[in-house]
């Protein structure tokens, strides 16, 4: 039965596309190695507000974040994980201006365009209990040295993060699936809020190739950034091209400014909910494909996502 548990366990690792470290309990073993290569497509139209509700961006914007990922975990030890994560971005945001040419004013469609590096996360991971409960403990840094603070879209608020994050993880044994729960706390330096995390994990494998993952990603404002003075707010409207109607939405002059890439924010609560498929294409190469959803949030914006990865995962005592 040992044998049996820990046969299965491998294949959670690795049929259900290898956790992240962020996102699983499980520790790699020592020398370890997984390697995930995604591109991921980000389009949105729409903000939450204050409230909770959606409603369309200022001056029909629209924005499209394209990026390429290089996530990389290696074991040090069979309890201790480093990770690195680092995107290469193609930003694109659309909105639409009034320009006045002497007695005559329309409205005129302006596109700004950005690529290069985001933020980069280094991540370190303890795992201090095995049984019943698989238990770590992972520290997280995010660092914004890659590129500058008053790029033509920013890639990120160009701030250091840092964060503390419990995991549990526990097999589903007998039944071929693993179950995960995660909470931390974010500091963010700077003008941000602080964030309280929160992350809900599935997964089953179907066969011993594929796999499905299900996974509820959270984030709940601490309420305690620096916010710049809001001035009244500016009321805009356009003709929708799609249905010929005008759309009129109110905002302030500094959420003007920042919306460049409206998947920022200073103070906002947000939920992803991310579905995965995973098929392993050969003895140390699987392939992922997700889509991920944002059902809920206030203070930014929700969008859809859609990720293609090729992963390749290393484990020393299953090399042969």
Same mark, same amino acid.
């Given at each position: 039965?040992? #044998?049996? $548990? @820990?046969?299965?366990? +491998?294949?959670?690792?690795?049929?259900?596309?290898? @956790? $992240?470290?962020?996102?699983?309990?499980?520790?790699?073993? #020592?020398?370890?190695?997984?390697?995930?290569?995604?591109?991921?497509?980000?389009?949105?139209?729409?903000?939450?507000?204050?409230?909770?509700?959606?409603?369309?961006?200022?001056?029909?914007?629209?924005?499209?974040?394209?990026?390429?990922?290089?996530?990389?975990?290696?074991?040090?030890?069979?309890?201790?994980? =480093?990770?690195?994560?680092?995107?290469?971005?193609?930003?694109?945001?659309?909105?639409?201006? $009034?320009?006045?040419?002497?007695? $005559?004013?329309?409205?005129?469609?302006?596109?700004?365009?950005?690529?290069?590096?985001?933020?980069?996360?280094?991540?370190?991971?303890?795992?201090?209990?095995?049984?019943?409960?698989?238990? @770590?403990?992972?520290?997280?840094?995010?660092?914004?040295?890659?590129?500058?603070?008053?790029?033509?879209?920013?890639?990120?608020?160009?701030?250091?993060?840092?964060?503390?994050?419990?995991?549990?993880?526990?097999?589903?044994?007998?039944?071929?699936?693993?179950?995960?729960?995660?909470?931390?706390?974010?500091?963010?330096?700077?003008?941000?809020?602080?964030?309280?995390?929160?992350?809900?994990?599935?997964?089953?494998?179907?066969?011993?190739?594929?796999?499905?993952?299900?996974?509820?990603?959270?984030?709940? +404002?601490?309420?305690?950034?620096?916010?710049?003075?809001? /001035?009244?707010?500016?009321?805009?409207?356009?003709?929708?091209?799609?249905?010929?109607?005008?759309?009129?939405?109110?905002? @302030?002059? +500094? *959420?003007?400014? =920042? *919306?460049?890439? /409206?998947?920022?924010?200073?103070?906002?609560?947000?939920?992803?909910?991310?579905?995965?498929? +995973?098929?392993?294409?050969?003895?140390?190469?699987?392939?992922?494909?997700?889509?991920?959803?944002?059902?809920?949030?206030?203070? =930014? *914006? /929700?969008?859809?996502?859609?990720?293609?990865?090729?992963?390749?995962?290393?484990?020393? *005592?299953?090399?042969?």
């Amino acid at each position: 039965m040992r #044998k049996l $548990q @820990s046969l299965f366990l +491998s294949l959670i690792i690795t049929g259900v596309s290898v @956790s $992240q470290a962020w996102a699983g309990a499980w520790s790699m073993n #020592k020398g370890g190695v997984y390697a995930k290569v995604s591109y991921n497509h980000y389009y949105t139209n729409y903000t939450f507000t204050d409230g909770g509700g959606t409603q369309r961006l200022p001056a029909g914007t629209t924005f499209t974040d394209n990026n390429t990922t290089l996530y990389l975990e290696y074991g040090i030890t069979d309890r201790l994980t =480093i990770s690195g994560s680092l995107p290469y971005k193609w930003l694109r945001s659309t909105y639409r201006q $009034q320009v006045t040419a002497g007695e $005559q004013t329309k409205t005129q469609k302006v596109e700004k365009h950005w690529n290069g590096f985001g933020d980069m996360e280094l991540g370190l991971k303890y795992c201090f209990l095995t049984e019943p409960v698989v238990t @770590s403990v992972q520290f997280l840094y995010k660092n914004a040295w890659l590129y500058d603070k008053n790029e033509n879209i920013p890639p990120g608020n160009h701030q250091d993060d840092y964060e503390l994050r419990f995991l549990a993880g526990k097999s589903l044994w007998p039944f071929p699936g693993y179950c995960g729960v995660e909470i931390g706390y974010r500091w963010r330096t700077q003008a941000p809020a602080d964030e309280f995390r929160y992350l809900l994990e599935f997964g089953v494998n179907a066969t011993r190739k594929l796999a499905f993952r299900v996974k509820l990603d959270g984030t709940k +404002s601490m309420h305690n950034a620096d916010l710049p003075h809001q /001035p009244k707010p500016i009321t805009t409207a356009y003709i929708d091209e799609e249905t010929g109607q005008v759309i009129k939405t109110s905002s @302030s002059s +500094s *959420s003007q400014a =920042i *919306s460049a890439n /409206p998947s920022l924010g200073l103070q906002y609560d947000l939920g992803k909910l991310e579905l995965t498929t +995973s098929y392993q294409v050969a003895k140390r190469w699987f392939c992922e494909l997700s889509y991920t959803n944002y059902p809920y949030g206030k203070n =930014i *914006s /929700p969008g859809d996502q859609y990720s293609l990865a090729l992963v390749y995962y290393f484990d020393r *005592s299953h090399a042969l």
